[in-house]
């Protein structure tokens, strides 16, 4: 075959299988587009006027999972109809991938598991992008969730891959509303009363403060003297969040409670040590010296 005749051949080609070819692919780009456009509806479908963190970070989970659902669909069915435009027989392929799928399956145990935890977890609303969770022994934001793994963020930007088949049990420290638990130490010496109602005024005055008002959701919700430690006492109490606030709010809320019982001369707690003397049977104890000095 002759130069002339690779030319004639390759033209035949380009106007027939070359052409139904990047018709193919044209298709599956505009189908592409549409897919993407399809997300972005169903992204204000999912909202529902609804502007709050919630809703939009779980919009933002189904959109996300809807177009790589729909893009992998449009690649498959493009390639298959491409390997058929070029003349390869498509049923012996789609038998013989199914009597492999059929044996990798067996082997691909781990893999089914994450693909079924991960609809689970997205079916029912565990886990969303932006969340802070704790999953797999790992914790930290959520940066992406499919059906094959989860993507966390921990605080020092450390990224933690987790395939979907290693969780088990989901902690969601920022689902709706979050909270924060005080344990607050303070010497036996003080009045346990007047310790709460310090408290209660730290936070009546952060949530009249316009930089945390809109972040606190309700009163502080003191428990009481929760149990007795070596050298203090423990009152525990709770404040409720707008989610991932918490530690914002937590973090305020010590600065200034630490100023609070300065003013007010409220010690914290430090370790005490009692002393006793033993005696022998005739009531005799040993000598017990002391030294001290005048500063």
């Known amino acids: 075959m002759n130069l002339q005749d690779i030319l004639v051949e390759a033209r035949k080609w380009s106007f027939t299988t070359g052409l139904k070819i990047l018709l193919i692919v044209v298709v599956a780009l505009i189908l592409m587009f549409l897919s993407r456009t399809l997300a ?7 909202l529902k006027e609804r502007k709050d963190e919630e809703s ?9 999972l809807v177009r790589q659902v729909l893009y992998t ?63 797999a022994g790992k914790s930290g934001v ?26 088990e049990v989901v902690t969601n420290m920022s689902k ?17 009363d007047e310790v709460m109602k310090t408290m209660q005024a730290v936070d009546e005055e952060m949530r009249q403060d316009p930089a ?36 914002r709010v937590a973090r305020e809320f010590n600065r200034r409670l630490k100023k609070a019982f300065e003013s007010r001369q409220i010690r914290m707690p430090f370790p005490h040590i009692t002393l006793f003397v033993g005696q022998d049977k005739a009531g005799q104890a040993a000598p017990l010296r002391i030294h001290l000095e005048d500063k």
Do not use: C
């Open 40 to 46: 972005r509806r169903l992204r204000t479908f999912f």
């Open 56 to 64: 939009i970070k779980r919009a933002k989970t189904l959109s996300t």
């Open 73 to 135: 669909i449009i690649i498959v069915i493009s390639a298959i109809t491409i390997l058929g435009a070029l003349g390869i027989q498509i049923g012996p392929l789609l038998a013989t991938a199914g009597v492999a799928g059929v044996a990798l399956s067996f082997a691909a145990q781990s893999l089914i598991k994450d693909f079924i935890n991960g609809f689970f977890l997205i079916l029912w609303d565990q886990i969303r992008v932006g969340d802070v969770v704790e999953i």
């Open 142 to 167: 959520v940066e992406s969730i499919n059906f094959k793994m989860t993507v966390l963020r921990d605080l020092a930007g450390n990224v933690h891959y987790i395939p979907n088949s290693k969780i």
């Open 176 to 192: 709706e509303y979050s909270g924060f638990v005080y344990d607050v130490n303070v010497s036996y010496f003080e009045d346990v």
């Open 212 to 247: 945390f008002s809109a972040d606190i959701l309700a009163p502080l919700e003191i428990f009481g003297l929760d149990r007795f430690e070596d050298s203090s006492v423990v009152i525990r109490a709770r404040t409720k969040t707008r989610p991932l606030q918490q530690w």
